[in-house]
């Protein structure tokens, strides 16, 4: 299975520190139809050095990289490199460390456990539609909105409660 048609070829920014995983991933992506090159990083400063020269499509990004975090590096893309889609693939479990990927404005997120097959229906979905995430993540996102719709519902009902009693 290739990604869904679309005529333009893509650069792919693929940033892991373990090699071998690279390689492995590397391999895979550049068998893609839609796959114009493959570009490596093994660090997060690599990757910043690497969007300063070159146009990058989608960054595949793991979540935990030496040198600049991840997190810092989703940032940096976002406001700097707005054509840039960024997908993190992780190894990583936690909903703090997926929540704040997600508000840092990542385009989507894949669990490494789920193979390759996940890694190109988000790169599909963030082609054709700007993102990508599987049910966990939008789990999270729902009952992440819950809470804050509750507490700030709540907060409201105790401005009014207050008011009322001190007129």
């Known amino acids: 299975m290739s990604f869904s048609t679309s005529k333009k ?16 991933f590397k391999a ?5 139809p839609m796959v114009a090159s493959v570009v490596e990083a093994g660090s997060g400063d690599e990757v910043l ?11 595949l990004l793991d979540a935990k990289m030496p040198g600049i975090p991840s997190m810092n590096v989703v940032k940096q893309v976002v406001s700097e490199y707005t ?21 840092a404005g990542i385009h989507g997120f894949v669990q490494k456990l789920n193979g390759f097959d996940e890694v190109r229906k988000a790169i599909d979905a963030v082609i054709h539609s700007n993102q990508y ?11 992440n909105f819950r809470v804050q719709f509750a507490a ?8 009014i409660s207050f008011a009322a009693r001190h007129r």
Do not use: C, W, Y
């Open 49 to 59: 050095a690497i969007l300063a020269i070159q146009s990058i499509d989608i960054i």
């Open 152 to 159: 700030t519902h709540s907060a409201h009902r105790q401005g």
């Open 83 to 103: 054509d840039t889609k960024i997908i993190v693939v992780s190894g990583l479990s936690g909903t703090a460390l997926q929540f704040n990927l997600l508000r």
């Open 9 to 24: 070829k893509l650069t792919f920014l693929l940033a892991e520190d373990d090699r071998m995983v690279r390689e492995g």
């Open 133 to 143: 995430f599987p049910p966990a993540i939008l789990k999270l996102l729902q009952e």
């Open 28 to 32: 895979l992506l550049e068998q893609e």
